[in-house]
């Protein structure tokens, strides 16, 4: 019998597709628009749930995984069924009063996975968890990636680079990211678009930075005036990198890796510039023109990676530069939970290699006298001030400019920002 769309049952199913995806090696957000594709006409609701389900069970993998091999000899073969349990024990823990209903509605699920043979299974491992809870969360305590729900190879590496905080940082990492906003300057001010929430009943306060930060997530249909661009939704973290880079009227920028466009609207809010704002994925590159679309605001939009600038380059030199590029993301992780078990320590080498390609081919583009203004979403050394120190001893032009006293920014991720990292370098005449 096929399971009821409004169930609870059926969001796990669901949830279940999407982390067995993941754990196979799939991107998070594909494994997420491939469900939505097979599942048109999902109440926003019921696809809400789904969604909730499957993140919380990636930022828990590390330690429900742990207690699955504590349950069971060998994991099921079938990996829509280990990751059903694994999205089960992720809801026990933050919802322990439902313990019955989420049982019940577990079994149900694995009813429509293959033919119900795992029904009995299920509900074995889920009662022998709770009759064990105590005992198996006090040795998860015992072991560091069941403890801290990263890898271990991350763990190491944050405990070196971050020694007073790579517990915090941890801490954050496992938790629900903040929402931010990001008034349109050219439409309204930060303290009118405050009030507009007020009067909507959205509780929000102005954070560092002009930041809006909402005292709870909500969806954007329900932001007055989303839809009219008169705000936006972006970190806080992410809305330094505009006031950094300090643009001015009559400037050509280049936002070199510029989807989804967050950073891009924001230049332009902040200043009328000629801007060029490019995008090695053309998909990637068609959100940056509907995002402008929605706010109101022009730029030149191309699909081209910015490494190959005899494909992109008008022989112009641009006033400034943003490049925010590829990185491990590891400073937004609680807004990406799969990126920690699918990343490699190896990938960090590798996305430093592109970093470096990137800042050499841009530097041929910056005037004499412009700024460029480095950032990335990662609290990983190789990819921050080791990366900027070895690109300033390689060119003799470039001068680090200072950021608040520092010779760059690193932004740990907290209650109201995700962690990332600026450098400010200039170009000498």
């Given at each position: ?89 992720s809801r026990l823990a933050v919802r322990p009063e439902e313990a019955h209903t989420i ?78 906003l990001r008034a349109n300057r050219r439409r309204i001010a930060e303290t009118d678009f ?230 400010l370098l200039e170009k000498q005449a």
């Open positions: 019998m096929p399971l009821a769309d409004s169930s609870l049952a059926y969001a796990l199913h669901g949830a279940a597709t999407v982390v067995a995806e993941v754990i196979a090696g799939r991107n998070l957000n594909e494994a997420l628009a491939g469900l939505w594709r097979d599942r048109p006409g999902l109440p926003s609701g019921q696809r809400g749930a789904m969604q909730d389900l499957a993140y919380g069970a990636l930022r828990r993998f590390g330690r429900d995984d742990f207690h699955l091999s504590r349950l069971m000899d060998t994991p099921p073969r079938d990996g829509q069924v280990r990751a059903l349990l694994l999205v089960a024990l049982v019940d509605q577990a079994v149900e699920a694995a009813g429509v996975v293959a033919r119900g043979r795992y029904k009995a299974l299920v509900n074995g491992v889920l009662r022998n968890f709770q009759r064990r809870r105590a005992e198996l969360e006090t040795a998860a305590l015992q072991d560091e990636v069941a403890r801290w729900q990263h890898p271990r190879w991350w763990i190491a590496r944050l405990r070196r680079a971050h020694p007073d905080d790579w517990q915090a940082i941890l801490a954050a990492g496992n938790g629900r990211p903040p929402m931010t405050l009030a507009r929430l007020a009067q909507a009943d959205i509780g929000a306060r102005l954070v560092e930075g002009g930041a809006i930060l909402l005292e709870r997530p909500l969806p954007v249909e329900r932001l007055p005036g989303f839809a009219e661009g008169l705000v936006s939704v972006q970190d806080a973290g992410a809305q330094r990198a505009a006031p950094l880079l300090e643009v001015h009227d009559g400037m050509r920028v280049l936002d070199a890796c510029a989807a989804p466009g967050g950073k891009t609207a924001h230049i332009l809010e902040t200043a009328a510039v000629d801007l060029l704002a490019l995008d090695a994925d053309a998909g990637r590159a068609l959100r940056i023109s509907e995002n402008l679309f929605r706010l109101g605001l022009q730029a030149r939009v191309q699909p081209a990676d910015c490494r190959e600038v005899d494909a992109w380059w008008d022989g112009r030199e641009f006033d400034r530069i943003l490049a925010d590029v590829p990185c491990t993301a590891s400073g937004v992780v609680r807004r990406h939970p799969d990126a920690k078990w699918l990343r490699r320590e190896k990938d960090i080498a590798q996305f430093a290699r592109t970093q470096g390609e990137i800042l050499d081919a841009l530097w041929r583009v910056l005037a004499p006298g412009g700024k460029l203004l480095y950032s990335t979403c990662s609290l990983f050394p190789e990819e921050n001030s080791r990366q900027v120190a070895a690109f300033a001893a390689r060119q003799e032009d470039c001068m680090r400019l200072p950021i608040a006293g520092a010779p760059g920014l690193q932004l740990l991720p907290t209650e109201e920002h995700d962690g990332f990292y600026y450098a």
